[in-house]
């Protein structure tokens, strides 16, 4: 059984009532065994979710087996003081982590603790590929080169910035005062 529709929101929700959504102009949804789906957005998705993450890029898959969203389109992300865009790429919803391919662009505004006290300070870096994971703090380009967030308590959104350089050739980097 296929289902279509049009003007679509479908709200993912984890264990704890927590929830993401994924909306769009139009949808295809398709049952699977088990209470699984497969669900294809078109026509400018958004997921959002309850920490402020954004993503926007113009069609993706959802497969509710491993809760996870990929786009062969170009993206954009935000979420708290980082954002970025890439070709493109996958999410994996619950575990907020968000895999970019292709002409990959990250920034944000980050604490830099490296002198002793936390003084915002943006960081820009681009590559061919990176995985930011939120849930762990890290933006990894697996090419080369590791950033390393770690929360800080200056409230909601604020992160210290440990690694004042990236390694790996592959990665073009810099860190703003």
């Known amino acids: ?16 009532g927590n929830s993401e959504r994924i909306s769009a102009p139009k949808a295809v949804y398709i049952p699977e065994s088990e209470k699984k789906f497969s669900a294809y957005f078109t026509g400018g998705v958004t997921i959002s979710g309850r920490d402020g993450f954004e993503l926007k890029t113009s069609e993706i898959t959802y497969k509710r087996a491993d809760d996870s969203a990929r786009t062969e389109e170009a993206l954009e992300f935000k979420r708290g003081q980082i954002s970025g865009s890439a070709e493109k790429g996958w999410v994996e919803v619950g575990a907020k982590r968000i895999g970019l391919d292709g002409k990959v662009r990250i920034e944000g505004l980050v604490a830099d603790s490296s002198s002793g006290r936390s003084e915002p300070r943006r960081f820009e870096g681009s590559a061919a590929s990176a995985v930011y994971d939120a849930s762990h703090g ?26 004042p350089k ?7 980097s810099k860190l703003n005062s």
């Open 138 to 163: 890290t933006i990894d380009f697996p090419t080369g080169g590791k950033i390393l967030l770690a929360a800080v308590n200056n409230g909601p959104g604020s992160l210290t910035f440990s690694a």
């Open 166 to 172: 990236i390694s790996g050739s592959t990665v073009d």
């Open 1 to 16: 059984m296929l289902f279509r529709s049009e003007r679509v929101a479908l709200d993912l929700f984890d264990g704890e």
